[in-house]
């Protein structure tokens, strides 16, 4: 089953600053998935992303297959980016669905 | 309307009874997915779906049953609800493996 550690855990910022949140696993994986939840609870889909870089808006996520790291990185933070941001990879061992971190409180301060 | 509904959005409910949970998708998706999250821990899967016929049990499913009505319809009971199973749940769905997920809005569940 894979194992998915994020750090770190609580991160408070100010407005403007360039945000970083890290995600490794231990098995490889097809794709890892990064989410947001925000303080009303829905989650949201960011990125899947299996090699490489995406980037959406301010957002970008990057992933390092051969080191199975993941990051996440939030261009010039705004108060509504604060919420807990999740990575999530494929359990694996032969199980369907998604093992979860426990995600990242982030709060950007204006 | 949202593509995967979950009804109800809270619910305080006393210890022993039974309670179900319930969710919908408008996304055509075969793969539906339960999972609670608990403050501190991240989501853990209750049960997962592939089909109507197709029901397989996540980590935690001790204390659950689901049921996949069609398709568009998956629903997680609890038979006799204790004060430990209050969490946030939420139900997913999924094209296939390896696509992305689309999640719930999350039902709030209080056992008192």
């Known amino acids: 089953k894979n194992e998915v550690e994020q750090s770190p855990q609580n991160l408070t910022a100010q407005e403007g600053e360039f945000i970083t949140i890290n995600c490794s696993y231990s098995v490889g994986i097809s794709a890892l998935h990064w989410l947001q939840q925000h303080p009303g609870g829905g989650i949201v889909s960011l990125f899947m992303l299996s090699s490489g870089k995406k980037k959406h808006g301010r957002l970008i996520a990057t992933i390092n297959i051969q080191e199975k790291h993941s990051s996440l990185h939030i261009t010039a933070s705004h108060p509504r980016d604060s919420a807990v941001y999740i990575c999530?990879?494929?359990?694996?061992?032969?199980?369907?669905?998604?093992?979860f971190g426990k995600g990242t409180h982030l709060i950007i301060q204006p | 309307d949202a593509d995967v509904t979950q009804t109800p959005r809270n619910r305080i409910t006393k210890t022993g009874k039974r309670i179900m949970l319930e969710c919908s998708q408008t996304?055509?998706?075969?793969?539906m997915y339960w999972y609670r999250q608990d403050p501190g821990l991240g989501l853990r899967l209750i049960y997962y779906?592939?089909?109507?016929?197709?029901?397989n049990k996540g980590e935690i499913s001790d204390g659950y049953s689901v049921s996949r009505q069609a398709q568009a319809k998956f629903s997680l009971s609890l038979e006799s609800a204790i004060p430990n199973q209050t969490a946030l749940y939420f139900c997913a769905t999924s094209e296939d493996r390896g696509f992305g997920y689309t999640f719930g809005s999350g039902t709030r569940l209080t056992v008192v």
């Open positions: 999530a990879a494929p359990s694996g061992g032969g199980a369907d669905g998604l093992t």
């Open positions: 779906s592939f089909d109507v016929k197709d029901i």
């Open positions: 996304k055509g998706h075969d793969r």
